[in-house]
Nanobody
Framework: QAQLVESGGGLVQPGGSLRLSCAVS????????MGWYRQAPGKQRELVAR???????NYADAVKGRFTISRDNDKKTVALQMNSLKPEDTAVYYC???????WGKGTLVTVSS
């Protein structure tokens, strides 16, 4: 059974940084494209960033230039470095594995002064 466990969320002031991590087990990680999604209160879940098995990345327009997704195939982790955070980045952030469509339980990021 695949498991995805997110960590690293918390409260940060506008302009600050956070690094989210997703630890993956129970599946073949290195062939899977991985994504970070977020869901703000009252809004639909949206793709934030995606990284393919070969390391190609794409980002939502709202986070381009501020967020960076990366992966470590040896450690079976995927990270999301978030810089210059804005209040509108406040959401629950979820890790997703495309093959099998597995999801973590999410980690809350709150950007507020």
């Amino acid at each position: 059974q695949a498991q995805l466990v997110e960590s690293g969320g918390g409260l940060v002031q506008p302009g600050g940084s956070l690094r989210l991590s997703c630890a993956v087990s129970g599946m073949i990680f290195n062939i899977n494209s991985m994504g970070w999604y977020r869901q703000a209160p009252g809004k639909q879940r949206e793709l934030v960033a995606r990284i393919t098995s070969r390391g190609s990345t794409n980002y939502a327009d709202a986070v381009k230039g501020r967020f960076t997704i990366s992966r470590d195939n040896d450690k079976k982790t995927v990270a999301l470095q978030m810089n210059s955070l804005k209040p509108e980045d406040t959401a629950v952030y979820y890790c997703n594995a495309e093959i099998g469509n597995y999801w973590g339980k999410g980690t809350l990021v709150t950007v507020s002064s």
